[in-house]
T-cell receptor, first 113, second 113 residues
Framework: DADVTQTPRNRITKTGKRIMLECSQT?????MYWYRQDPGLGLRLIYY???????NKGEISDGYSVSRQAQAKFSLSLESAIPNQTALYFC????????????FGPGTRLLVL | GDSVTQMEGPVTLSEEAFLTINCTYTATGYPSLFWYVQYPGEGLQLLLKATKADDKGSNKGFEATYRKETTSFHLEKGSVQVSDSAVYFC????????????FGAGTQVVVTP
């Protein structure tokens, strides 16, 4: 079984709808991250969390919110989706040291019409 | 701010050709440098890393050397295979970035038989 899972894998929604992307991990890591990937822009950090009580904004947090329900679960919400949020979204985890490898989920492809 | 610049793709090669993907960075302090690879339909996975100047990271026949004097971390492989077709991301992490990665835009590599 995969260490970092994301649901759904694909989602089509309409402008103005609220949607939630979920991430779960079995690696026992404290640190979790949400990124979005756009062609030609690489990955950009949306939010990150160092433990259940610690949530931080990343580079492009506007229009997004997150919830860290447990050490193993980190959800990303789009309160009112807009077309320019169409992208590939990745969740990642890493260990405490901060210099360790980040482990990525398989991604959620989101299309906002 | 910190940034990573890598050569644009796609890079198209024949099997057994030599591959170089250029990566340069701008950062305060002494960053750790990474190459991540994204195979089609999958999330990113760490390919190799280097944490200090002159370190060489290597994995699966790929190598990259951390050059502080030229602020570069170019990826090389002597003989590529069709299975190396993927998108390659250069990334950095600084000691004061709290474990956050800064990614380049990614370089798509296509290897033909």
């Amino acid at each position: 079984d995969a260490d970092v899972t994301q649901t759904p894998r694909n989602r089509i929604t309409k402008t103005g709808k609220r949607i939630m992307l979920e991430c779960s991990q079995t690696k026992g890591h404290d640190r979790m991250y949400w990124y979005r990937q756009d062609p030609g822009l690489g990955l950009r950090l949306i939010y990150y969390s160092f433990d259940v009580k610690d949530i931080n904004k990343g580079e492009i947090s506007d229009g997004y919110s997150v919830s860290r329900q447990a050490q193993a679960k980190f959800s990303l919400s789009l309160e009112s989706a807009i077309p320019n949020q169409t992208a590939l979204y990745f969740c990642a985890t890493s260990g405490l040291a901060g210099q360790e490898t980040q482990y990525f989920g398989p991604g959620t492809r989101l299309l906002v019409l | 701010g910190d940034s990573v610049t890598q050569m644009e793709g796609p890079v198209t090669l024949s099997e057994e050709a030599f591959l170089t993907i250029n990566c340069t960075y701008t950062a305060t302090g002494y960053p750790s440098l990474f190459w991540y690879v994204q195979y089609p339909g999958e999330g990113l996975q760490l390919l190799l890393k280097a944490t200090k100047a002159d370190d060489k990271g290597s994995n699966k026949g790929f190598e990259a050397t951390y050059r502080k004097e030229t602020t570069s971390f170019h990826l090389e492989k002597g003989s590529v295979q069709v299975s190396d077709s993927a998108v390659y991301f250069c990334a950095l992490m600084t000691t004061d970035s709290w474990g956050k990665l800064q990614f380049g835009a990614g370089t798509q590599v296509v290897v033909t038989p």
